[in-house]
């Protein structure tokens, strides 16, 4: 549970804001607070309790559309603060 904690918290840190929750509380959707640019554009987060993932969808242009799923918490760290275009 302190690894999906972790990956939340670095997902709340890049501006990222609760969409919905599953009625379980399993699942908890997160979206960019303001589209970007870059990877920041259309950003969805799907933070996943059961299967311990978390995966970012986004979009680009020319409406091309990206996903990254990962499972251990340093990853999606290491990712978010990857980002060349802040």
Same mark, same amino acid.
């Given at each position: 549970m302190e690894k999906l904690r972790a990956i939340q918290t670095a997902?709340?840190?890049r501006g990222l804001v609760e969409l $919905? *929750? !599953?009625?379980?509380? !399993?699942?908890?959707r997160l979206r960019k607070r303001e589209p970007g640019s870059g990877r920041e554009?259309?950003?969805?987060?799907?933070?996943? *309790?059961m299967a311990k993932r978390l995966s970012v969808a986004w979009k680009t242009v020319p409406r091309k559309s $990206?996903?990254?799923t990962f499972r251990d918490v340093s990853?999606?760290?290491e990712w978010f603060a990857s980002d060349p275009v802040r």
């Open positions: 997902a709340y840190e $919905n *929750r !599953s009625a379980e509380g !399993s699942v908890q554009i259309h950003q969805h987060t799907c933070i996943d *309790r $990206n996903l990254e990853k999606p760290q």
